[in-house]
């Protein structure tokens, strides 16, 4: 697929007490199970973290954010300018149970939209999307003016909002389970008891 995920990994998991991204559902690691997911659609996987020595193991391309300390969006600028490709699949690295091929099909929806965003239960799926390269100069507008909200950056593109409705015609897949992301202990404790079942 002409398209590249990139795996955002520079949150500070306060919530959680310790890297989402690094937490063990059965032998994997979060991030570990995303790439392994990922990797079967997209050419190109990027992780976007300040600590590349926590995920040499990976062995995927990597990437420090250029802003340090400006939130998400600054992870979403080192991403898409990183990227050989015009279409990119943004996803934030606490959500293990991400599906490849539902993200390989909102890829191919996108169109001449600048951004395609899931809307799950009302809620904007922002960490979960897929995004122009040619927003990048929008992105450092936002970043360099202080409005770091990725809301503030939607406002001003051209974004097709798809709800659980429009997806569900896609696949069969648990939808509510597959945009599930970790923040807290509870949540991880959750995510450990559904990969057992599974």
Wanted: include cysteine; proline fraction near 3%.
């Amino acid at each position: 697929m002409k398209a590249a995920a990139i795996i955002l990994s520079g949150g500070k998991s306060s919530r959680m007490g310790t890297n989402k991204a690094l937490l063990k559902l059965n032998e994997k690691t979060t991030v570990e199970r995303m790439v392994d997911t990922l990797k079967v659609y997209f050419d190109d996987i990027i992780l976007v973290t300040n600590e590349t020595d926590a995920y040499q193991f990976l062995g995927v391309k990597m990437v420090p954010d250029h802003y340090q300390g400006m939130g998400p969006l600054a992870g979403f600028h080192a991403g898409l300018k990183a990227s050989n490709y015009d279409v990119n699949f943004i996803v934030a690295c606490d959500m293990p149970f991400v599906s490849g091929e539902l993200a390989a099909t909102l890829v191919e929806k996108i169109e001449h939209y600048d951004a395609l965003i899931p809307v799950i239960n009302g809620k904007k799926q922002t960490l979960c999307g897929v995004f122009q390269k040619k927003i990048v100069t929008k992105i450092e507008e936002c970043i360099e003016n202080g409005r770091l909200p990725i809301k503030h950056l939607l406002d001003h593109l051209n974004v097709l909002y798809l709800s659980e409705k429009d997806l569900q015609v896609y696949s069969n897949i648990d939808i509510e389970r597959v945009f599930f992301n970790m923040n807290h202990p509870h949540e991880y404790e959750d995510a450990k008891k559904w990969v057992k079942a599974d």
